[in-house]
């Protein structure tokens, strides 16, 4: 714990929301939720306006449109809110360096090790300083903490929200704790605050006044004497400039449940390809796979199976992936899949056999297809199949074409200029043609292959920053 609060904790208002609104003079001051549109998809970010309705991060989108179904509804463009991050992350680093990134919209700073502040007076004088930097910037608002330790740090920030700052003065964390719920303190999740209801504990000075050994005593070891500590205010967890990745995943809930053993086989071969570019993009590999399934009933199952080295080879991650999905009992439907890499190391160790095995089916699929080749045109039932998958191609195309609009991606059109999708189907595209910097645009209707209409780069927040060109 310090004298003086001088760990910052940077959050920013409802990033994805808030970006979105930024970039769309239309959708500013009205309701804004950010996440998958699809049948299971979930809300990332809510602007304030939504969360009026009661919408929040993490609700089921099709609660959402029940409680705000005048709501503009938007797929995520994560490269558009990196590289907003990446502005606010240089903005951090300029005042110390320990940073240690959350998330794309949140972070620790330990101005201390900045030599920027040594006191309450000057720690609010870089705080607000921060925040008029990164509405210069980015043109978005973010809220700051300052305390004495990170845990303080957050709740304050917390406190500051929407759009201010909130200085917690060390020696004062128990009385400023003594009163609030158990579940604001770090670690008591749902379950946890239901089991310390159980034990009459609804408050942070109940767990003060319960003593170490009771919390023990509930909790076990580790989780009780922590708690202990941190409802009595203390927390010396160190601002830490680099955060070790401990695995790298990835997992899509499908729209429909899937029965198809082979079409669920080829979903985890795919989930694993995307998972080693992850892997390899991080500068990693990792020994242990790891297979997620959730069935249509919610039941989740994971499998897990260790190499004997680290790899970070597509395909001995796909064939592990293979493997645990024959372990696991798919009848009745399956809504979600995941593959994920752990044991991570920043070293790879060549599997020969793997190696081997890979080379010999690269040959046998190129057999296969030549044996296809040949044989194509030596009949009509030949001639028919070809037909067949011609037409499932086609198809594919068409359903290709129509997504390629997705709500609230940007677009570029040779006469209207720049705009954004505000919703597509039945072969139209609805545009809304807008600049961040622009009055609200107006709205056209166009076929979704005109060839005047094209995806296009999001255009920067802050006209300054306009590319040549855009």
Not at 253 to 258: E, G, K, S
Not at 283 to 310: A, C, M, N, W
């Amino acid at each position: 714990m310090r004298a003086a609060p001088t760990i910052l904790h940077l959050d920013m208002d409802a990033f994805f929301a808030a970006a979105e609104q930024a970039a769309k003079p239309s959708l500013r001051g009205k309701p804004v939720v950010v996440g998958g549109l699809g049948p299971r998809g979930v809300v990332a970010t809510a602007s304030y306006e939504a969360r009026r309705f009661g919408v929040h991060s993490a609700m089921p989108m099709g609660q959402a449109r029940r409680l705000a179904p005048n709501a503009a509804y938007l797929v995520p463009r994560f490269a558009f809110y990196r590289s907003i991050s990446e502005q606010v992350m240089e903005l951090l680093g300029r005042l110390s360096p320990l940073v240690e990134p959350l998330s794309l919209d949140e972070a620790f700073v330990d101005l201390e090790a900045g030599n920027l502040a040594d006191d309450s007076a000057g720690a609010r004088v870089v705080g607000e300083r921060l925040r008029a930097d990164i509405l210069a910037t980015t043109g978005l608002t973010g809220s700051v903490g300052l305390a004495g330790s990170k845990m303080i740090a957050k709740i304050a920030s917390e406190e500051a929200k929407p759009d201010g700052l909130v200085l917690i003065e060390p020696g004062t964390e128990r009385e400023l704790l003594g009163p609030r719920s158990v579940r604001i303190l770090p670690g008591v999740g749902p379950a946890t605050g239901e089991h310390l209801r159980r034990a009459g504990m609804t408050t942070v000075s109940d767990l003060a006044e319960a003593g170490e050994d009771e919390l023990v005593r509930l909790l076990g070891r580790a989780h009780g004497a922590s708690l202990h500590r941190m409802a009595q205010g203390y927390d010396d967890r160190a601002v830490v400039a680099e955060r070790d990745a401990k695995s790298v995943s990835v997992e899509d809930t499908f729209d429909v449940d899937l029965h198809d053993r082979v079409r669920i086989r080829t979903e985890v071969e795919r989930l694993a390809e995307r998972c080693v570019g992850r892997l390899r993009a991080s500068g990693h590999s990792g020994r242990t796979i790891v297979l997620k399934v959730r069935r249509y009933d919610f039941s989740t199952l994971t499998r897990s199976e260790t190499l004997r080295g680290p790899t970070d080879d597509p395909g001995v991650v796909r064939e592990a992936a293979g493997r645990l999905l024959e372990a696991v009992d798919t009848t009745g439907g399956v809504r979600l899949l995941g593959v994920g890499v752990s044991g991570l190391a920043d070293y790879t160790q060549e599997d020969l056999f793997a190696q081997a095995e890979e080379e010999r089916a690269a040959v046998a699929v190129a057999a296969a297809k030549t044996e296809a080749v040949e044989s194509a045109g030596t009949g009509a039932s030949a001639g028919a199949d070809a037909g067949g998958v011609a037409d499932e191609a086609g198809a594919a195309g068409a359903v290709a074409v129509e997504r390629q609009w997705a709500p609230g991606h940007d677009v570029r059109h040779a006469v209207h200029g720049a705009g954004w999708v505000q919703g597509s189907g039945v072969g139209r595209v609805t545009v809304r043609f807008e600049e961040p910097w622009s009055a609200p645009g107006r709205v056209r209707t166009f076929s979704v292959d005109d060839p005047e209409l094209e995806p296009s780069e999001p255009l920067p927040l802050v006209r300054g920053e306009c590319r040549a060109g855009a």
